[in-house]
């Protein structure tokens, strides 16, 4: 048995992961150079909520999100900000409270249903765990909901097939990358088209998630 | 690489350079060895290192911590914020948990991480799948890591409401090596199994290897996988600078001693202990200059041995024993929770699953909080009485048992583990 040379050369799949179409799970391959694209846009979403140069961002995703979640790790760095990360999950909502209290997080992405429960079970108030935070960006309509209710600067995060897109709070239309996707309405759905050479390609690819497009760039939920 | 060669290559890396490196930088290093009257010029040798160098512990890094206002405890030696630190420090991540406040880790670049080698003798090689079934609190360094061997990594939860997709990716991408398997993910393979009728020896046969870790693995849980067909190769913290893990001889988890120099001491002093007895793992960092551990007691009690392994490395090799802190003295027998882990998980009924309850280290008896996921046949009263008899022929003490469903203990842990010590 020998070890491996340091190191072998990276493989052309940088990693499969996944997109839910209503619920149901859809294996998703993607490149080293899709990872960098969507870098880009998540660059372009830290702008706009503010997250700038010796910020931190606190990133709460799941593992089998990382197709999502690493470009918006990635993207920390490119506005000079730093990430640290929390799963969503109802148990770990203890780590996204106290980090938020440790590393004074500026904005917080990824809170979930799962997290306020868990929250809830720590009989923590959402206005003091996140009362610090510039935005805090929900990942799903009952978060979305919770937080808003609890007064807080909300915004959303979405996972629209392998790209996201993301409104910063006060604003209704989450802001996707029109120069890299296309997104049309088909029946009240959204339907996704890649403008960039991506791995693994969607041509009209059915998100399944509900809404319109009311000029290209925006998106509203319904 | 010759033992000499190791030697050489830590009195380098220690003397030459992380030494001054982190009194100059560190907060913590430095108030500690001021308070010890200790410069970094007074150590030219490793005698000097082990006689003078005082040592740091968990409770010296929460201090500073509480002190300062500093969350990384006094063990940052970059600034975040200096401009020539852009790009390079990137992230901050943080340990587990278990027992706590999570401790926020710092983190610079990206890239591989010296468990290629471990990676590697799982069996992966160039062109495979490789399943990465974590969490994300830990950062892209295992990411990094499977794709350094040339590898793709398939992306799962350790929870257990991602176990179907781990099925359906086992199957249909046949991964060969998977990073990690634990104690409650085996639970809950187990049962998804059994309730969707999953083949598990279909499953698991494209695997050459798997990592276990996080805590220690009982006999039966190890039984249940090896007829899936899989090869465990048990994982062990190295006093938090790194990680030691098993080769195919499974005789010890090697400890990358080019990477760690790892000291086995009397738990209760400085003096070291020899090869092969039981002493407190004490650990230095001897690649890490972003937070560097120095002679930091991790409360782990080990044998370690430096015999050349009959795979040919001649880096040492690790057995976790137990955690000095949660050692109980009942009428005055040790009581580690390893000793009753067997027990324990030999009564079907509780997957192993347990807590040693410990208000103070000498107790007048040995009280155990165990989950069960059924009662069994003759109710609760009769698993208590099972769970005692086992109990005490494994310890020679018999202990008061406060059952509890399963669940309650599952909730208190990361999905990897549960804390097995608890106060109350």
């Not at chain 2, 805590?215 to 062990?236: C, D, H, K, S």
């Not at chain 2, 009485?385 to 509890?404: M, S």
Request: with cysteine; glycine share 10%.
């Amino acid at each position: 048995m020998t070890f491996a040379k340091e190191f072998e050369p990276m493989p052309a799949v940088w990693g499969v992961g996944r997109v839910m179409v209503a619920g149901e799970v859809v294996p998703w391959p993607v490149s080293e150079a899709d990872i960098v694209d969507e870098t880009d846009i998540a660059e372009q979403h830290y702008r706009a909520l503010g997250l700038a140069d010796d910020d931190l961002v606190l990133v709460v995703a799941l593992l089998s999100q990382a197709i999502h979640a690493v470009p918006l790790e990635a993207g920390a760095g490119r506005v000079g900000a730093l990430y640290s990360s929390a799963d969503a999950t109802r148990f770990d909502a203890f780590r996204t409270a106290s980090l938020i209290r440790q590393l004074q997080a500026k904005v917080v992405i990824g809170v979930d249903a799962e997290v306020v429960t868990g929250l809830d079970d720590l009989e923590r108030d959402l206005s003091d765990v996140f009362g610090s935070v510039a935005a805090v960006v929900a990942a799903d309509a009952t978060a979305f909901a919770r937080l808003t209710d609890a007064g807080l600067p909300t915004g959303r995060w979405l996972r629209l097939g392998p790209t996201s897109a993301v409104s910063v709070p006060g604003e209704d239309a989450l802001a996707y990358d029109a120069t890299r996707w296309q997104v049309d309405e088909d029946g009240g759905a959204l339907v996704l088209t890649n403008l960039a050479e991506r791995f693994t390609p969607c041509d009209r690819f059915h998100t399944g998630v509900r809404g319109s497009v009311p000029e290209p760039g925006k998106l509203l939920l319904s | 690489m010759p033992r000499a060669e190791i030697e050489r290559l830590r009195e380098e890396k220690l003397l030459g350079d992380l030494v001054p490196w982190s009194y100059e930088r560190s907060g913590l290093i430095r108030e500690t060895w001021d308070a010890a009257g200790v410069k970094p010029d007074d150590i030219q040798t490793m005698d000097d290192y082990h006689e003078k160098v005082p040592f740091i512990d968990k409770d010296a890094i929460r201090s500073y911590r509480d002190r300062h206002g500093d969350p990384y405890g006094g063990l940052l030696c970059l600034d975040p914020a200096d401009p020539s630190m852009k790009g390079i420090f990137s992230a901050i991540f943080s340990t587990s948990g278990t027992t706590g406040d999570p401790t926020p880790a710092p983190y610079a670049g990206r890239g591989p991480s010296m468990l290629v080698r471990e990676f590697w003798e799982l069996g992966a090689r160039p062109g495979d799948h490789f399943l990465h079934c974590l969490f994300t609190f830990r950062g892209p360094g295992i990411h990094d890591t499977i794709r350094g061997i040339g590898a793709t990594p398939v992306f799962v939860d350790h929870q257990p409401g991602d176990v179907e997709q781990l099925f359906r990716f086992s199957t249909e991408l046949r991964p060969t090596g998977w990073y990690t398997l634990s104690g409650p993910l085996i639970m809950m393979i187990e049962e998804a199994a059994a309730r969707l009728g999953v083949d598990l020896q279909d499953v698991c046969s494209s695997y050459k290897g798997v990592i276990f870790a996080g805590e220690p693995l009982g006999p039966r849980a190890r039984q249940r996988v090896e007829e899936w067909g899989l090869e465990l190769f048990i994982q062990t913290s190295l006093g938090d600078v790194g990680a030691a893990t098993e080769c195919r001889e499974h005789d010890g988890c090697h400890m990358w001693e080019d990477c760690a120099y790892i000291e086995t001491l009397d738990p209760e002093g400085a003096k070291p202990v020899a090869d092969g007895e039981r002493g407190e793992l004490v650990s230095t960092t001897l690649v890490d200059k972003i937070a560097p551990l120095l002679r930091y007691r991790s409360d782990d009690l080990v044998r370690v041995s430096r015999e050349e392994c009959g795979c040919g490395r001649t880096h040492g090799r690790v057995w976790p024993v137990g955690r000095k802190g949660d050692e109980l003295l009942v009428d005055g027998v040790s009581v580690l929770p390893g000793d009753v882990w067997g027990a324990v998980e030999s009564i079907d009924e509780t997957n192993g699953l347990f807590q040693m309850i410990r208000p103070a280290r000498e107790v007048d008896a040995l009280r155990l909080r165990v989950g069960y996921a059924t009662e069994g046949p003759g109710g609760l009263p009769a698993l208590r009485a099972r769970i005692e008899d086992a109990v005490e022929e494994a310890v020679g003490v018999r202990p008061e048992i406060e059952l509890v469903e399963r669940d309650v203990l599952l909730r208190q842990g990361p999905p990897h583990k549960i804390p097995r010590v608890t106060k109350a």
